[in-house]
């Protein structure tokens, strides 16, 4: 199947000529021979299949603290999201944004458990707060856009702790998040 009516036009050995299809191409090709309709059907396929190439993809990278709450947390404890070690060029290991590149997006979705923002945070922000009812695991999925148009997406899950033989939660009390101890996941260990 030829391209759309009028969708390519090329100039071959100083004649304007406009392929439209697989019938042209015969009528084309008794006025400059073979060579010409083939040289012509080329361009005209390279235009249509082989465009720019698509634009870089950015990093995503979740930061999740804690990355588990126990079972019937009902809302009491925040979970600290954080998108600010997402990078303009996607990289294997975590590295820090580059001070004079592209914009990024951010854009948060949550399937799972019932949750809500906490703090007043933002569905597009790059560090936010939420919590869970922790009836089940809260699917967290990050979604940058760079200001090129490439896209890259992560997903991390906030596990569920079971509660120990006493009822009570085994989970050691949150850590300090802005320490390294925090759970990262991006590129390197989806």
């Known amino acids: 199947m030829g391209p759309a009516p009028g969708l390519c036009r090329t100039k071959i050995e100083g004649i304007d000529q406009g392929v439209k299809g697989r019938g042209s191409s015969r009528a084309y090709a008794g006025r400059t021979g073979l060579r010409g309709a083939v040289v012509g059907a080329l361009i ?30 009902d809302f009491t404890t925040s979970i ?25 997006r951010f854009r948060w979705s949550f399937t799972g458990a ?39 997406e992560a997903i991390k899950s906030i596990s569920v702790t079971p509660l120990d033989v006493d ?11 802005t320490s390294d101890d925090c759970i990262a996941i991006g590129p390197a260990e989806l």
């Open 167 to 177: 009822g009570l939660c085994p989970l050691p009390e949150p850590i300090d998040d």
């Open 80 to 104: 600290h999201l954080d998108a600010k070690k997402s990078a303009p060029s996607l990289t294997l290991v975590e590295a820090p944004p580059e001070p004079n590149g592209p914009t990024l």
């Open 44 to 73: 005209c396929l390279c235009g249509v299949a082989c465009g720019e190439p698509p634009p870089p993809a950015p990093s995503a990278v979740i930061r999740a603290c804690p990355a588990s709450v126990c079972v019937g947390d």
């Open 114 to 152: 019932k949750w809500f923002f906490d703090n007043e945070s933002q569905a597009d922000a790059d560090d936010i707060l939420v919590s869970t009812a922790a009836d089940r695991p809260l699917h967290v999925e990050l979604r940058v856009e760079s200001s090129a148009g490439g896209v890259s």
